[in-house]
Structure formats: structure tokens, C-alpha cells
């Protein structure tokens, strides 16, 4: 079974901060993705990266950026953390080549006070 | 604009009394539907994977099916412990997963 593991299930950080949420997953798939998810609005994509050191800004990139230096860990990272950016996060990953399906983490609750 | 509508948005069921949720879609050129289920605090958990209109999946007490325009998830004999939140999600190409907001189901003892 695919695992994507996502390293805080809780985050609570102050606006300002600078703030990482970190994924692996241990399938090899080439292919991650970062959504957030609010009430009302469904998921929406933040970036994707389809390799190692790619990536492609997805609907709501402004104020994330991402990092992808090794194939199975893909972090985002909020430059200057605000109130809007109250979200669960949630990491994807899936392999290239066909359809398929996208295996999620069990997210990130991230509050920003 | 593509788009997947979620319906009903909450429902409520008896223990054993049968239902569908629907899942339509207006999505160009959809290379793939997928089905996924969400209990609360935790990621979504995949389901099923349908490519093409007359297909069908089955697990446990759900079954998928797919149109030219919607996807039902029948839920046959429901237990408590398939309340959850539901969500379809219709596939295009490249790296676009466009997402329906789901249906909150609660299956009542």
C-alpha cells in the first residue's frame, strides 16, 4: 500500500512566521502534489512538482512555495504566514504514465493566529 | 469552466435503509473519475477509479457506476461506520484532479 506521511498533524504558528509542512511518501512516484481544503470551497491545488526540483504552480499558489530535492519528500512553505492561510493541508503523490489515482497524507491542521 | 457538483450535500440514514449520491460532471475531455471517502481530521482515502460511461465498481456495500454526465455511489445496507464524507473527483489530463465538495453521510444505529 502507498504511504504518504505528513510530519505534524497540528500546527498553530503565529502571521509572520515562516512555516514548513513536509511530505514523503515511499512509492517512488514520480509525481506529488500539495491541496488545501476548506469548508464550501472542496480541494484546491497549491503546486504540483513532477519530478525532482519541478514543479508547476496549480490554482492558488500566492504566498506558498515548495521545494522538491529528493524524489520522495516534497515540502511547502509559507514565506510570511497569514490568517487566510488557516487550512488543512493536504499532500498527494501518484505515479506518472497512466490515470491514476492521487493516495493522500492525513494532512496538516495549520492555524495561524 | 470545468466543473464536478456534489449532491446531496449532508445525509442522514437509518442503519440498513439504502441510498445513492450523485456526482455530476461537466468536465472536457475526462480521462478518469474517481471516488474517495474522508472520515473527519484525516486525508482522503481512495475508493474506486472509473474511466468510461457503463462502468462499474464494486467494494463491501458501495458500488460506482459512471455516465456521460454523473457517477452515483450506491450504498446498499449501510452501518455506522460508513458515515464519512464522500468525494468524486473527475481527472483530465496532466496534473488537474478537479474536486466536488463533497456529501456528509451519517448512518444512525
Known amino acids: 500500500d502507498v504511504k504518504v506521511t505528513q510530519s505534524s498533524r497540528y500546527l498553530v504558528k503565529r502571521t509572520g512566521e515562516k512555516v514548513f509542512l513536509e511530505c514523503v511518501q515511499d512509492?517512488?512516484?514520480?509525481?506529488m502534489f500539495w491541496y488545501r481544503q476548506d469548508p464550501g470551497l472542496g480541494l484546491r491545488l497549491i503546486y504540483f512538482s513532477y519530478d525532482v526540483k519541478m514543479k508547476e504552480k496549480g490554482d492558488i499558489p500566492e504566498g506558498y512555495s515548495v521545494s522538491r530535492e529528493k524524489k520522495e519528500r516534497f515540502s511547502l512553505i509559507l514565506e510570511s504566514a497569514s490568517t487566510n492561510q488557516t487550512s488543512m493541508y493536504l499532500c498527494?503523490?501518484?505515479?506518472?504514465?497512466?490515470?491514476?489515482?492521487?493516495?493522500f497524507g492525513n494532512g496538516t491542521r495549520l492555524t495561524v493566529t | 469552466e470545468d466543473q464536478v457538483t456534489q449532491s446531496p450535500e449532508a445525509l442522514r440514514l437509518q442503519e440498513g435503509e439504502s441510498s445513492s449520491l450523485n456526482c455530476s460532471y461537466t468536465?472536457?475531455?475526462?480521462?478518469?473519475l474517481f471516488w474517495y471517502r474522508q472520515d473527519p481530521g484525516k486525508g482522503p482515502e481512495f475508493l474506486f477509479t472509473?474511466?468510461?460511461a457503463g462502468e462499474e465498481k464494486e467494494k463491501e456495500r458501495l458500488k460506482a457506476t459512471l455516465t456521460k454526465k454523473e457517477s452515483f455511489l450506491h450504498i446498499t445496507a449501510p452501518k455506522p461506520e460508513d458515515s464519512a464524507t464522500y468525494l468524486c473527483a473527475g481527472f483530465t489530463g496532466t496534473y488537474k484532479y478537479i474536486f466536488g465538495t463533497g456529501t456528509r453521510l451519517k448512518v444512525l444505529a
Open positions: 468536465v472536457s475531455g475526462l480521462r478518469g
Open positions: 512509492m517512488d512516484h514520480e509525481n
Open positions: 498527494a503523490s501518484r505515479p506518472t504514465g497512466n490515470n491514476s489515482p492521487l493516495h
Open positions: 472509473l474511466y468510461s
